[in-house]
């Protein structure tokens, strides 16, 4: 069951992205031009499948990512429709964008007649020229594999692996690459206040990380206090809970590296990975 207060909020900025995977102000310049490293951390595959479940408890209420292909529905947040595995937006531009790879790879597709359309509700709740139809296409065109892997690949480019790559940067373990992605997935990285490069300079004026010489627990809970100050400072976001009753246990338990088994809360729900 998705549920409007476990939505969010996302990012001001991604049509600056581009078609590269690595978004050029988020990262270190050394880490925007070294050669590609090994799946070390949250991107080894048995690690991302963890995180693809975790921000989907949060996100849809349910451990089963894969089956959020298809969910779709304005949950009054002023974004408009929120569809797809990452909650992919009307109003944000990533819908646009998404919708956009999907009619490169596929011209012709169910959702091609809508890009005027989403051309012009972007940035606003607007419905216009999307309604009736649009959600019924949507959950049509979700059964279409190749439309899955756009959503995939999307969420990759825009969110999972700008985090894992600054992560790797500041030299964090898997827990914490962890805890960038799910910040970004919520917050977006835009130049307001409450952004993920915002949160994360938040956090490096308390500690510093271990590519600095810090410690790593330390500067986690720096990153996630300046995390719960920025969820508060959003009515949509004043539930913490995928941060105190999720990661922060993990990081209690010192659990680093993310290891099954894991067992969280979010919203008073209880999950458990073997």
Not at 38 to 64: C, F, T, Y
Not at 141 to 166: C, K, L, T
Not at 262 to 270: A, R
């Amino acid at each position: 069951m998705h549920t409007p207060h476990t939505r969010t909020s996302r990012r001001t900025l991604l049509a600056l992205i581009g078609a590269s995977v690595i978004a050029a102000p988020l990262l270190t310049t050394q880490l925007a031009t070294a050669t590609p490293v090994s799946a070390s951390g949250l991107d080894d595959p048995a690690k991302k499948e963890i995180a693809m479940k975790l921000v989907s408890s949060a996100e849809n209420s349910s451990l089963d990512w894969k089956a959020q292909y298809g969910y779709i529905e304005d949950i009054g947040d002023g974004r408009g429709y929120t569809a797809g595995i990452i909650g992919f937006c009307s109003g944000t531009g990533d819908m646009l964008d998404l919708v956009e790879l999907y009619t490169q790879r596929k011209p012709g597709n169910v959702l091609a007649k809508y890009l005027p359309a989403l051309r012009e509700v972007d940035g606003t709740d607007s419905h216009d020229g999307l309604d009736p139809d649009y959600p019924r296409d949507w959950e049509k065109a979700a059964e279409d594999s190749a439309f899955q892997q756009s959503q995939n690949d999307e969420r990759d480019r825009v969110y999972f692996n700008p985090a894992v790559s600054q992560g790797k940067a500041d030299d964090i373990g898997t827990l914490g690459q962890f805890a960038y992605y799910d910040a970004i997935v919520m917050h977006g990285d835009g130049g307001d206040a409450t952004s993920f490069r915002n949160i994360r300079e938040r956090a490096l004026a308390q500690a510093q990380p271990p590519a600095q010489g810090g410690d790593e627990v330390a500067y986690l809970n720096a990153f996630l206090d300046a995390r719960v100050w920025a969820m508060k400072q959003e009515e949509a976001h004043s539930d913490t809970s995928r941060v105190d009753t999720a990661q922060r246990v993990f990081l209690k338990n010192g659990n680093l590296n993310l290891d099954p088994p894991l067992d969280w809360k979010v919203y008073g729900d209880s999950y458990h990975i073997g």
